[in-house]
């Protein structure tokens, strides 16, 4: 399924994440691995319509020493625009130094019930024209 992120690094910041429980993507199985980058594209196809962008990142971080906060298998789909961050690699060195900084920090700001309710809908609009 795709997920908007409640605490998004980003606009549009966005998680892909099986139905089934899982803690890393060599455990998928074929049918499983094609359904996981499927829904990733497919929910790619829709953030960039509806961010005006053909920019993204995607980044999938598997045990705590690659960044990962939460032990169930997820991927991180960012929308980038120009001049988004002041440097376009600049949450590569969050990554790197996630020993002291964490990407997934509960600290970040969330977003309001009526802020994300708003993103869905557009969302689900863009993906019903598709």
């Known amino acids: 399924m795709a997920i908007c992120n409640i605490a998004p690094v980003l606009p549009g910041h966005s998680l892909i ?11 998928l199985d074929e049918k499983a691995l094609l359904a996981f980058f499927q829904t990733a594209q497919m929910a790619s196809n829709i953030l960039l319509k509806a961010f ?33 961050l002041p ?21 970040r700001p969330r977003l309001d019930a009526e802020a994300m309710a708003n993103i869905v809908k557009h969302l689900r609009e863009i993906a019903g024209g598709l």
């Open 17 to 27: 994440i099986p139905a089934a429980h899982y803690t890393s993507v060599l455990e």
């Open 52 to 84: 005006h962008t053909d920019a993204f990142d995607w980044s999938l971080q598997e045990k705590p020493e690659a960044g990962q906060t939460i032990e169930h298998l997820h991927l991180h789909i960012v929308p980038r625009l120009k001049a988004d």
């Open 87 to 107: 440097n376009p690699g600049d949450w590569y060195p969050l990554l790197q130094h996630n020993d002291k900084v964490i990407i997934d920090s509960l600290k």
